[in-house]
């Protein structure tokens, strides 16, 4: 019997394989625009269990890589070809295979002269991509990261993963929304500023982008100290100045920061975002303190609220749930998401919203969602229905 254009695809992948060939594989080309997987990347590696196939899973704010043993890897790829994408690309050696599914289900496949012909490495990657620089970096002496000679800190480890990872996670963020070209970047209760510099630094020196960053510090003494840096690395676009998150004066702000802001002052970040018009609002949640108060389900969740611990896991998870709705109704496009592993910090959720909508109107439909939970849990008001005045 003959086999059809994805018999063909997927039994040339075995054979590259098998006979060494294999270089990498692509998925594009989503079936559905609202799944948020955009990409899949596979390579060869190898690793001390033995040879594998290594699955990079594109998403907008983040990669999940996979290692999957070579039977598993397919039937992925068969399922995920089947389910999810329309295009698969496959690169050899001896030859490209292109396999397109239209949208009536039939199949397409061209082969080609192979674009790459020396097979690739399959040495484990253990490298990761640092967006910010040891070496010669100011700001990270300044701040105690690094040592004279550029070297990480052994106890600055976890520090400089988490300030790595914000910056991956904002790139991508700026990436996809429309800022302008001089941009303005309010960072709220910025501490001693070990994410901001980084910010600052990857926005104008890397991208070359023209960023101009306030970072917002109530301390006095930390207000200083991070001008000083600012000026000794050159950063002419970068300043701090005193003041609450609540209370400070900002300029046209396009995008708002506010990392581990405790309690209710996250909601004042948030609130301050949506009134600015802010196209981009990024919030780090710290302490839940003011909905746990007023929690008292009168109800079946009274199983979960009778356990201390679970009681202010669910404190959290409703409070920010409560935030991302808000921001939704107000035509922001929203996600919540872990910004790095617990194993570097506890405070590791993230919520962004980016403006996708120009409308002055609330959803009310997405604030009645608001209230159906405030009704289960027994709550009066969330302060960023206060603050909004909803």
Known sequence: MQKNDTEIFFSSLQESISQNQFIKLTLSDRRYKSNELKNVFVKPVQLKSGFNLSFVYRYPTKDVTKNYEVAEAITTLQHMLDKDFFKADLFTTAK?????????GKTILTQKSAAITEPPSTEHDKTKK??????????????GITSAEGKVKSDKQDKFRQINKYVEIVESIVESAALPANFQIADMGAGKGYLTFALYDYLTNVLNLSPQITGIEMRQNLV??????????????????????DTAELPATDMLIALHACDTATDQAIYRGIKAEAKVIICAPCCHKQIRKQIHPANDLKAITQFGILEERQSEILTDTIRALILEAHGYKTKVFEFISTEHTPKNILIVGVKTSTEKVLRKEILEQVKNLKALFGIEQHELEKLIGI
Do not use: M, W
């Open 96 to 104: 490209d295979f292109h396999l397109t599914i239209t949208k009536s």
């Open 130 to 143: 640092r967006y910010v620089k040891p070496e010669n970096n100011i700001y990270l002496r300044e701040l």
């Open 224 to 245: 200083d100290t991070c001008n000083q840096i600012a000026q000794k690395a050159n950063f002419a676009k970068l300043n701090f100045q005193n003041g609450s998150i």
